[in-house]
Nanobody, 117 residues
Framework: QVQLVESGGDLVQAGGSLRLSCAPSGSVFSIAFMRISAAGWYRQAPGKQRELVARITSSGTTNYADSVKGRFTISRDNAKKSVYLQMTSVKPEDTGVYYC??????WGQGTQVTVSS
């Protein structure tokens, strides 16, 4: 059962930009739950473990993996129960399947990002 739906993944050239979006599939959780929950974007490159890329707390505090600092921006819209990841100056090493998480409980099926050199 898909709980979150990610979109926006694509094939992009190095140096380009992408915007990933994540929203729940149906009414899997309430706006109230969204407001009190941290959210994050993770990625899994081929042959590697899933890693945290960016996280945003319920109060809006953000933190990023060192590899994406200054290039990626995570944001949220509680009313839409959505989470976003703006990716700029992408690099081939950003290639992978990107997953959204809300409240450590809800996951999406992932969206593929491929960066060509």
């Amino acid at each position: 059962q898909v709980q979150l739906v990610e979109s926006g993944g694509d094939l992009v050239q190095a140096g380009g930009s992408l915007r990933l979006s994540c929203a729940p599939s149906g009414s899997v959780f309430s706006i109230a739950f969204m407001r009190i929950s941290a959210a994050g974007w993770y990625r899994q490159a081929p042959g590697k473990q899933r890693e945290l890329v960016a996280r945003i707390t319920s109060s809006g505090t953000t933190n990023y993996a060192d590899s994406v600092k200054g290039r990626f921006t995570i944001s949220r819209d509680n009313a839409k129960k959505s989470v976003y990841l703006q990716m700029t100056s992408v690099k081939p090493e950003d290639t992978g399947v990107y997953y959204c998480n809300v409240g450590q409980s809800y996951w999406g099926q992932g969206t593929q990002v491929t960066v060509s050199s």
